[in-house]
């Protein structure tokens, strides 16, 4: 028999429903994901490090959990090797699950993981609340086990989250420095099918007297300006000429390094079908997005501009340097599941490194 449980919002709202997974409470930041599929990629998305994932498509668990397997260092089915999210809210359940590569429940690897799950929400008035009222801090308490509210931003998550070692992935001709701050798996594996070696290194690792052909910053969790680190890494390193390429939180580093500002979301960008305009054309793409954070367009330097924006709000959804090969996204061309669209970028990418090397 499933034990009661109940999601607390810091506003008092109190959305009462049964628990999955582990028999424990949790604490986060309440944040909302629209993808109809993924799940397995989403949880272990180090970018939700801190945070109670609400999943809006009502069907979550009915594909089950993918076996573990192992390609060159990575999990093949997942974005990092464990779970990463602090809690799970759901509509139903789905006890009974049914695909070829399925290898155990959600319900058990949630317990195998220590993360708790609660179902029997109403997903659509939760995330209706979470839209007009912005993010909020949250908690899910099963049978009666109280804990108190934790804001992760206020924490360094990239710190917890990043690699603590230098790992080297691939033996292509391209030698990438790629710069951990919360790295998606499939990151490294589109830059390894482009003929790269990534050498990954912890986020505030000093790479700029190191010896590579392109440098890429990656995704990661919370607060941009909590990595000071690597924002005084990249001001020195973008005074020279070699390629960099930046994701999500690689953005809003390379933008705090080269003088703008951040600032916090009311509600973040977290879905799987975001509309974003590239800059001075009518193409638009669909992407899929994590971030809480954005940069101000209006304090980007003289010596940047705006590459993509965001057509639902016109936020900052990427930036490019005007004479330097250097470019960022906020969204995530490597999506995975999808979408696919923006994947080009690491051609792009690769297409720069190449040519600065000639």
């Not at 709202?13 to 997974?21: A, R, V, Y």
């Not at 086990?145 to 917890?160: E, G, H, I, R, S």
């Not at 390193?237 to 939180?249: A, H, N, Q, Y």
Request: aromatic share 10%; glycine share 8%.
């Amino acid at each position: 028999m499933n034990k009661t449980a109940k999601l607390v919002l810091e506003d008092g709202t109190i959305l009462k429903g049964k628990s999955f997974g582990y028999a424990g409470s949790s604490a986060g930041e309440v944040v909302f994901n629209t993808a109809m599929t993924g799940y397995p990629e989403s949880l272990t998305d180090p970018s939700y490090k801190g945070q109670i994932l609400v999943a809006t498509y009502p069907l979550i668990g009915n594909y089950g959990i993918p076996k573990k397997k192992t390609e060159d260092k990575l999990l093949t089915d997942f974005e990092s090797d464990k779970i990463q999210i602090s809690g799970l809210v759901i509509s139903d359940y789905s006890y009974e699950y049914s695909h070829w590569n399925a290898n155990e429940s959600l319900d058990n690897w949630l317990k195998t993981n220590k993360i708790p799950g609660i179902y029997a929400i109403d997903t659509r008035a939760l995330t209706k609340i979470l839209r007009e009222k912005g993010t909020m801090l949250g908690k899910i308490i099963v049978n009666e086990q109280d804990t108190d509210f934790y804001d992760p931003n206020k924490d360094n998550l990239v710190a917890q989250v990043s690699t603590k070692e230098i790992i080297t992935y691939g033996t292509g001709k391209n030698k990438i420095m790629l710069v951990d701050c919360g790295v998606k798996n499939n990151i490294i594996r589109e830059l390894t099918a482009r003929n790269s070696t990534v050498i990954r290194v912890p986020w505030d690792y000093d790479f700029t007297k190191e010896e590579y052909d392109g440098l890429f910053i990656t995704n990661g969790p919370g607060d941009p300006v909590k990595c000071e680190a690597t924002i005084n890494n990249l001001s020195k390193v973008i005074e020279k000429d070699t390629p960099i390429f930046g994701i999500c939180l690689g953005n809003q580093l390379m933008a705090l390094a080269s003088g703008a500002k951040s600032y916090k979301l009311k509600y973040g960008h977290r879905s799987h079908n975001q509309p974003v305009l590239l800059c001075n054309t009518n193409k638009a793409y669909i992407s899929s997005q994590n971030h809480g954070f954005a940069i101000d367009n209006d304090t980007l330097s003289e010596d940047w501009q705006p590459l993509f924006v965001n057509l639902n709000d016109d936020t900052n959804e990427g930036m490019k340097h005007k004479t330097k090969p250097f470019f960022s996204t906020q969204f995530h061309p490597e999506a995975t599941g999808g979408p696919t669209d923006t994947m080009f970028l690491f051609d792009d990418f690769i297409e720069m490194v190449e040519k600065n090397k000639k």
